[in-house]
């Protein structure tokens, strides 16, 4: 069965370093998501992706966090210089089409800022 | 405010017996999704119900949507230690972009 798979699976990092965690979606998926869950709390939207571009973004997706897709499978969410504050679990996500439909989950990516 | 809250925040059951989680939201909305999460694991579509649907069934679960109070609930029924996990409720909403967006999740204990 197609899954969502994210790399890495927990990455540690110190305050100010830059950080890019990476997915892979659904092949035939157009549009591209990261959410994030901070430990026991709700799900947060960050990104939305489709036709190479950001369609939505949130406030927390402010100018530290960036997406692209390089080439035709990975999807990348870097954020440039990290806080105590971005410590979290990160999700990618995948679907066929917008405003509708199953959404995929990668496994998380763990990322802890000390 | 926030679009999908549940109610109740946690849920502590003896197994085999019936587990309700009410979900309820603010604006118009597509579809409504419920999604389970296992402790650290990244989360898994459940059901989902269109916003001209009243309910649907899918195994031991039953979901049901009431647009004109802006609420959705899950029951899961003859419910297992296995279904321990936090449940989500999710919505699609034209006026929100082609994001889904989440609940804050109820947390469901089923003791053995």
């Known amino acids: 069965e197609p899954e969502v798979t994210q790399t890495p699976s927990h990455q540690v990092t110190q305050m100010g370093q830059e950080v890019i965690l990476r997915c892979v979606p659904i092949?035939?998926?157009?549009?591209f998501y990261w959410y994030r869950q901070i430990l026991g709390q709700k799900v947060e939207f960050l990104v939305s992706f489709y036709n190479n571009e950001i369609s939505e973004k949130s406030e927390i997706f402010d100018d530290q966090f960036s997406v692209e897709r390089p080439d035709g499978s990975n999807f990348t969410l870097k954020i440039r210089s990290t806080k105590l504050e971005d410590s979290a679990m990160y999700f990618c996500?995948?679907?066929?089409?917008?405003?509708?439909?199953?959404?995929?989950f990668g496994e998380g990516s763990r990322l802890t800022v000390l | 405010s926030q679009q999908g809250e549940e109610d109740p925040q946690a849920l502590s059951i003896q197994e085999g017996e019936n587990a309700t989680m009410n979900c309820s939201y603010k604006t118009s909305i597509n579809n409504l999704q419920w999604y389970r999460q296992n402790s650290g694991r990244g989360l898994v579509h459940l059901i989902l119900?269109?916003?001209?649907?009243r309910e649907k069934h899918s195994g031991r679960l039953r979901v049901t949507l009431d647009t004109s109070k802006k609420s959705s609930s899950l029951l899961i029924t003859a419910s297992r230690a296995a279904d321990t996990a936090s449940y989500f409720c999710?919505?699609?909403?034209?006026?929100?972009?082609?994001?889904?967006?989440f609940g804050g999740g109820t947390r469901l204990m089923v003791k053995p």
């Open positions: 092949s035939n998926h157009l549009y």
């Open positions: 996500a995948s679907r066929v089409t917008g405003y509708t439909g199953e959404l995929f």
């Open positions: 119900i269109r916003s001209n649907e």
């Open positions: 999710a919505t699609d909403s034209y006026d929100a972009g082609n994001m889904l967006t």
